[in-house]
């Protein structure tokens, strides 16, 4: 029994070596180091993915030379350095402007990366799913708190920074999607997604404190957002 204790004991150990280890060889860059890797990973992206049929991205194979790659559909860098890519003809027609407190109905595969050096080579890894209606219930996302967050959410916060918005929103996000129009389609209606936003991390949560999401934290985490925008309604009453 006690050789027992002894080898669990020695497992642990070695398993918490190994994790130091990994933060050792690993460490946080600074914050303009990371904000190259999330430049030039953006880049990457845009280079090695298309828009399927559906609008939905997909990776694109070496030698496929019938799909159109991101980066020959005009993406447009904004000076945050958030990026958007409009799919061609997948806009709406007569659309609805988008404005900044906005209750959206959005249909969205979401995804944050690191975007790191690994060999000499920077790019987007250590995928997470931040939101996939699509995979999952079918319907738009209706007035997400990281598009805009509600004075009524601000006012029921217990801490000072939970009273921002800027702790919900992701910055980048809202601005490149009022780039875009609103459609004004019903909720079980079928999606035809209509862009891409890439939103590097200085322009999300960067390293400042953040809500919980999804049970995991985004410091130095870019964004990804593959969407259709269902409806923009105005707000009648102070948000």
């Known amino acids: 029994m006690k050789k027992t204790f002894l080898y669990v004991a020695l497992a642990l150990f070695a398993v ?10 690993q460490p946080e860059v600074s914050i303009e180091t990371q904000n190259g890797y999330d430049d030039v990973a953006a880049k990457k992206f845009l280079e090695t993915h298309y828009f399927d049929a559906k609008g939905k991205v997909q990776f694109l194979a070496d030698k496929d030379t019938v799909n159109v790659k991101l980066s020959d559909l005009s993406p447009v860098t904004l000076p945050s350095g958030v990026i958007y890519v409009m799919r061609p003809g997948a806009q709406p027609e007569n659309g609805t402007v ?16 690191v975007a790191t050096d690994t060999d000499g080579k920077v790019m987007f890894t250590s995928p997470a799913v931040f939101g996939n209606t699509i995979a999952g219930s079918g319907i738009p996302e209706f007035d997400p708190l990281f598009y805009y967050a ?35 389609k019903d909720d079980a209606s079928d999606y035809n997604l209509q862009g891409l936003i890439i939103v590097p991390s200085r322009a999300a949560f960067a390293r400042d404190p953040h809500y919980n999401y999804t049970g995991m934290g985004y410091r130095n985490r870019s964004f990804i957002f593959n969407f259709q925008v269902y409806r923009s309604v105005a707000a009648t009453d102070p948000r």
């Open 16 to 25: 918490t070596s190994c994790r130091k280890d990994e933060n050792i060889l």
């Open 98 to 113: 988008i404005g900044d407190a906005d209750k959206i109905s959005l249909m969205h595969i979401s995804t944050s990366y």
């Open 150 to 184: 509600k004075k009524s959410v601000l006012d029921k916060a217990v801490n000072d920074l939970a009273k921002k918005r800027n702790f919900y929103e992701i910055e980048g996000f809202r601005e490149a999607l009022q780039k875009f129009q609103a459609f004004d």
